[in-house]
DNA sequence: GACGTTTTGTACACATCAATCAAAAATGAG
DNA sequence: CTCATTTTTGATTGATGTGTACAAAACGTC
């Protein structure tokens, strides 16, 4: 019986996320906002009640969508190596093609919120975790093909290779140098070796 | 023969850097500058000319000053690995201790620039690179004390430690497992051997 | 002690911000 | 067709933002 919408929330959440990302939280107003889904003032705030309430959707969406294209990576055939690589230059090869060098919309909502008691930190700290156990379960496959070290600690290697993949994404949005990005992506490889 | 300032230009700029560095470039005020710094309006842009001018002073104080604190931990007294462990487990002390949970603002400020074309942009990477060659240094000294690993490149390894570091400013700034930062840290110096 | 110069304080201009509100429009059920 | 409900539209609101203008104040110098 209401009047239905004219906007799919989705297409709608995927704009406000792009736009978000590439220009980061304060930086981003509702107008752009309203621009970029093809929203009315009116549309955007009854769908998504305030600003930082979009964000926090919009945040959402990235860490569900970013950690099913890494699980995808992460669970394609191949060997445990060669998966681990192609995560590493998937990112490489996104981020230094990413005109806007946006890099990683987590790292960048985690810096935008900082300090801040806010949801979108929670969001975050989950999605990093959720690497964090992805990445453990190719090492471990890793080490039962002997691909990997056996006499280190998985989770250490683990941990260790996780913060590897955020300083490239760190480095990723900054540097145009593929080889210098190449050469953390083989130095990652080499030591879990 | 002109009026002679009441403030201390680096004192004043060290009050600004901590500002951003609390929260962030867009959401300053000029107002929150000038209680920081203490400073009135017209002092303020007199000095200093505008908020972004500020913004990249700040960012280049805190590179040369960050950059002053990494170089002396990493000659300091002690055999390379004993540096490379007390320069992460003093990022690890730091970045957990902070209330405010700031993270590196080398990171933070490459985020916020993050596609614009910016002189902050070219600070952080000017920073990033001065890292890198600081880390090489300790690496080739460490190889030739039979440390670390020689049957690979020096290069490589520093960037691979490099953007680990990176990667656990990130986690730093975000997590409070210490012990998840430690395994980090020590995954990334069981990398060098 | 007067002058030129810079700093300082404050008021203000002008733009932009997030959010609200009320009326009109669009739907399906009865 | 009528009604209840929601969406849409666009104007508006009040706060806040950066930057400027200008006069008074504080120095060193002559």
Redesign the interface.
Same mark, same amino acid.
């Given at each position: 019986m209401p009047r239905p919408r004219e906007f799919d929330d989705i297409t709608a959440l995927d704009a406000a996320m792009e736009t978000f990302w &590439?220009?980061?939280y304060?930086?981003t107003s509702t107008a752009e906002l309203c621009e970029s889904t093809g929203l009315g003032r009116g549309s955007l705030y009854n769908a998504f009640g305030s600003k930082h309430e979009l964000y926090e959707a919009a945040v959402g969406r990235y860490t569900e969508v970013g950690y099913a294209a890494t699980i995808e990576i992460l669970r394609a055939p191949g060997t445990p190596t060669e998966r681990v690589r192609a995560l590493l230059h998937w990112v490489i090869d996104t981020d230094l093609a990413d005109p806007?060098?946006?890099?990683c919309m987590a790292?960048?909502a985690?810096?935008?919120t900082?300090?801040r008691t806010d949801p979108v930190?929670d969001l975050?700290?989950r999605h990093?975790q959720r690497l964090e156990q992805a990445l453990r379960e190719v090492l471990e496959e890793g080490q039962r093909a002997g691909e990997f070290a056996t006499d280190?600690?998985l &989770?250490?290697?683990a941990? &260790?290779?996780?913060?590897?993949?955020?300083?490239?994404r760190?480095?990723g949005?900054? &540097?145009q140098d593929r080889a210098?990005l190449l050469?953390?992506a083989?130095?990652?490889l080499?030591?879990l070796r």
């Open positions: &590439t220009k980061g304060e930086a806007s060098r946006r890099g790292i960048n985690s810096v935008d900082a300090g930190t975050t700290r990093f280190r600690d &989770t250490r290697m941990r &260790t290779l996780q913060s590897t993949y955020y300083g490239l760190v480095l949005a900054v &540097t210098a050469d953390v083989e130095g990652a080499a030591a």
